[in-house]
């Protein structure tokens, strides 16, 4: 008796790592240099009850990483109702502390080889997911309740992976950059819930604007030499304006900055 071959049946989203498709109840997903480093995570932490990630499968036929399926679906834009809501910020945040606090006991494998990316300049706290997009998010029953694409974790501060969260969620972007059901959001107002719901300190809610500037500088930075030196989806972010969407979200936050501030104290 022969066993069945499972479908195919390719994903969405992957704008850094493609050709990611599911096979029953598993993902299989093109082999990265900082995979050892991301399993070695993930197995971490399943083994610390945190459940709001995939589980590591192993490696198939093909040489492609095999992680488990998480059902439900991803914020894909334009964003659902549900992706605003309120209540979605706070159980993001807790989402986020969550992985934080699970993290913070990991101890890497030497060496290891993480993505690079943008980063804070004060010591590591814990391993950030540091691409907390609404495509990186999976919602089932409107609900957030767990991550993927962990490709570009690493070592960070819980705070910096905040302001990653942010950008997205908040959302601190220029206005013309945003989701329709963005454009009339309060961001001070929501950067205000999500660091409520996460337990952020006052210290590090004044810190919010000036390590956003920094993210912003050092991802255009990051971008632009991905972009010349990988090409192949950073040079298609690249081209497509991502660039320029991050130096207008840096202007806004300039010009608003005040008043984000007077939501953060």
């Known amino acids: 008796m022969f066993a069945t071959v499972q479908p195919e049946v390719a994903l969405p989203g992957g704008m850094v790592n493609d050709r990611v498709v599911r096979v029953g109840d598993t993902v299989r997903r093109p082999l990265r240099r900082s995979a050892p480093a991301v399993h070695a995570l993930l197995r971490h932490l399943e083994t610390a009850g945190f459940s709001g990630a995939p589980r590591v499968v192993g490696i198939d036929g093909q040489g492609r990483e095999v992680l488990t399926y998480l059902p439900g679906e991803a914020a894909t834009r334009p964003l659902p109702e549900h992706a605003v809501r309120e209540e979605t910020l706070v159980a993001l945040a807790g989402l986020l502390r969550r992985l934080h606090d699970a993290s913070a006991g990991f101890t890497p494998p030497s060496p290891a080889d993480w993505e690079r990316g943008s980063n804070d300049d004060r010591p590591p706290e814990v391993i950030g997911h540091c691409d907390v997009t609404p495509e990186n998010v999976i919602f089932r029953d409107g609900v957030p309740y767990a991550l993927i694409d962990f490709d570009l974790a690493r070592p960070t501060t819980r705070l910096f992976d905040i302001v990653t969260t942010l950008r997205h969620w908040a959302p601190i972007a220029d206005p013309v950059d945003r989701d ?13 819930v999500f660091c409520d719901a996460y337990g952020v300190t006052a210290r590090d809610r004044r810190r919010l604007p000036d390590l956003a ?3 912003f500088d050092r991802s255009y930075a990051e971008m632009r030499s991905r972009a010349a030196d990988t090409g192949g989806a ?27 501030r007077d939501h953060l104290v």
């Open 213 to 215: 500037r920094l993210r």
């Open 180 to 192: 329709p059901l963005q454009s009339g959001l309060d961001v001070g107002a929501r950067m205000r």
């Open 234 to 260: 950073w040079g298609r972010m690249w081209a497509s304006g991502a660039g320029e969407r991050i130096r207008r979200a840096r202007a806004w936050l300039d010009t608003h900055e005040d008043g984000l």
